[in-house]
């Protein structure tokens, strides 16, 4: 099934988004930034040194040092190694203290944005996630949450040194041979705006990157949860080859951009070419002149080499910084999404919650379809079993998501004791709301930590209570390790009646006022349906209970039975009084139980 289109990439650039998301973190990005800039100070002494050096050893008595004060060429020798030390030794402090402070700020960056990003992932409604790729989300949180500590980690820095390195050569120029410096510094434009030229060129190819590794991380996903169809229906061939042909999308994209990539350095480095020469030739030829000194000709040669390597490194640098952009841009537009279930702000004490139900004018349609529900009215009395029957598409799913606010209704509203649903605080909401599905969800723990699951506070008695209540301990203790046993992920170690009887356990411990069953046994057999049968009877007496249904025996007892046919009751009444009406619910339960129409 192809997937919907991604939204449209928003206006802003990344990198102003990322630096109001690292706003508490100011500080260390300063410190970080400040070490950095100091290390690469330190690291351009040196030439500096050694012209001096030169300087010394060639004038002697004259040397700019003598004219500073130091006259003796043994005591300025002695000055310059005492510097050089202690050079060297500051240079490698600030070089531990920035690598120390860029990588923890990456670690922390990387933590904080991906621990935000889940947590506001796990917010957005069940509609946003029914449009989405799980596959393309983990490739989010991971991939490029990982790509942006990438760029921290290195690019970052080298990004500030070869500024530093630029505007402090460039200084120096200036001051000691201005003449040298008006043709070192005249390549340093170009390459700059061959820089950002290059940065508008490669951001959109390295959002196709990011794009196509999340739609091959999405297949990945899909199949490896679709192993067991994957098997049965012998498509593993057809499985690699769509990933191979998933994969070379990937290896396309990446292409495009490392082909430009690529071409930056060579072209950058024909134009660093004249600053070299500049220095080299013209520098030279002032200093035949009498116009240099021989120490001051040695230090522009010194920095000209220090100033043109780093500069050649941009191009890595640049491919980094826009491969790390291309993934915020991703991170941060995750973090934007806003649910389309908006929470209201009432509270339920659940001890409070009588659980009276209504459904008033309920009119429900998922996006481009039509509507599901259409002006629904249905009442659920507090403490009575109300079943739900119908065809498929009938709308008996949809009632129960709405309950839970996944969606909000288009039109009518449903009340919870009076209480519309919209004003009451989601989590408040489903607190208050017990429900077992059709197909049980067991996370891979054990048994102990899966029945526990949203109460997580509750004891061992109470643990097994429950599940004695659902028929479970008996099988939980024949199990290699009982509670403690790990059931695998989704309890793929379990049965298709073990997993449900699990799921009625954990709803029993949570002891709410209103329990939902989704289906409790439509994918069991008839011993297994008869034991949960047992269990659900117990559990429900004196709880409000909406039933959705598939096999009519499961409901036969409801207070309530509902029959629903293109999204509104067509008849509802008690099982018994159902069959007399021998309408819809009876040709259903005939059809089930092989029953004769009267009068066939």
């Known amino acids: 099934m192809p997937e919907p289109p991604e939204p449209a990439p928003r206006g802003r650039h990344p990198l102003p988004r990322l630096l109001a998301h690292l706003g508490g973190r100011r500080r260390t990005v300063l410190w970080a930034s400040a070490c950095s800039v100091l290390n690469k100070v330190l690291d351009l002494a040196p030439p500096v040194l050694i012209g001096l050096a030169v300087d010394v050893v060639v004038e002697r008595e004259t040397s700019l040092l003598a004219r500073l004060g130091v006259e003796s060429p043994g005591a300025q020798l002695a000055l310059l190694c005492a510097a050089t030390a202690l050079i060297f030794v500051l240079e490698s402090l600030f070089e531990w203290l920035y690598a120390l402070a860029w990588r923890n700020l990456a670690q922390a960056v990387q933590h904080d944005l991906r621990g935000a990003a889940w947590e506001h992932v796990l917010r957005l409604d069940l509609g946003w996630h029914e449009d989405r790729s799980t596959g393309r989300l983990l490739n989010v949180l991971v991939d490029d949450v990982n790509q942006l500590e990438r760029f921290l980690d290195g690019g970052a820095n080298e990004l500030l040194q070869v500024a530093t390195t630029v505007l402090v050569i460039g200084g120096v120029f200036l001051w000691v041979a201005p003449q040298v410096a008006v043709l070192a510094m005249a390549p340093i434009p170009p390459i700059l705006l061959a820089s950002l030229a290059y940065q508008r060129r490669l951001a959109p190819r390295y959002a196709r990157v990011r794009e196509e590794a999340g739609r091959l991380a999405g297949l990945f996903a899909q199949s490896l949860q679709g192993i067991a169809v994957i098997h049965a229906f012998t498509a593993e061939r057809h499985e690699a080859d769509r990933a191979r042909a998933a994969s070379g999308a990937y290896r396309e994209a990446n292409r495009g951009a490392i082909a430009l990539s690529a071409a930056y350095t060579p072209l950058i480095r024909m134009a660093v070419l004249v600053a070299f020469l500049a220095a080299l030739g013209v520098g030279g030829a002032l200093t035949l002149d009498g116009r240099l000194s021989v120490g001051t000709y040695s230090l522009l040669v010194f920095l000209v080499q220090r100033m043109v390597w780093p500069v050649t490194r941009l191009g890595g640098t640049f491919d980094l910084y826009q491969r790390a952009m291309a993934s915020t841009a991703r991170i941060l537009d995750l973090l934007d999404a806003t649910p389309a279930v908006q929470g209201g702000g009432r509270a339920l004490a659940r001890r409070d919650v009588r659980g009276h139900l209504r459904f008033e004018g309920v009119t429900f349609a998922y996006p481009g379809g039509a509507p599901v529900l259409d002006g629904l009215d249905l009442d659920v009395p507090a403490g009575a079993t109300v079943a739900v029957v119908g065809a498929t598409g009938a709308g008996k799913t949809t009632l129960i998501k709405l309950l839970l606010r996944f969606h909000d209704p288009q039109a009518g509203r449903i009340t919870l004791d009076g209480v519309d649903l919209r004003d009451l605080d989601p989590a408040s909401l489903r607190g208050a709301v017990g429900l077992v599905g059709q197909d049980p969800f067991l996370f891979d723990g054990t048994v102990r930590e899966n029945v526990r699951y949203g109460t997580f ?144």
Not at 464 to 474: I, K, L, T, V
Not at 541 to 553: G, K, Q
Not at 586 to 594: E, I, N
């Open 457 to 600: 506070d509750a004891d061992d008695a109470a643990l097994e209570a429950a599940c004695r209540a659902a028929e479970a301990h008996d099988f939980v203790a024949a199990l290699p390790r009982g509670y403690d046993t790990v059931v695998g992920e989704r309890g793929q170690k379990l049965s298709g009646g073990q997993r449900q009887r699990l799921s009625i356990a954990r709803a029993v411990l949570k002891d709410p006022p209103v329990l939902v069953l989704d289906e409790a046994t439509s994918s069991v057999d008839n011993e297994t349906e008869a034991a949960i049968q047992r269990s659900l009877a117990r559990i429900t007496r004196d709880r409000t209970t909406l039933v959705v249904a598939h096999r009519l025996s499961t409901i036969r007892h409801a207070d309530r039975i509902v029959v629903l046919e293109a999204g509104r009751p067509l008849e509802q009444g008690t099982h018994e009084a159902l069959l007399a009406r021998d309408g819809a619910y009876a040709a259903l339960w005939r059809v089930q139980t092989g029953e004769r129409a009267p009068g066939a």
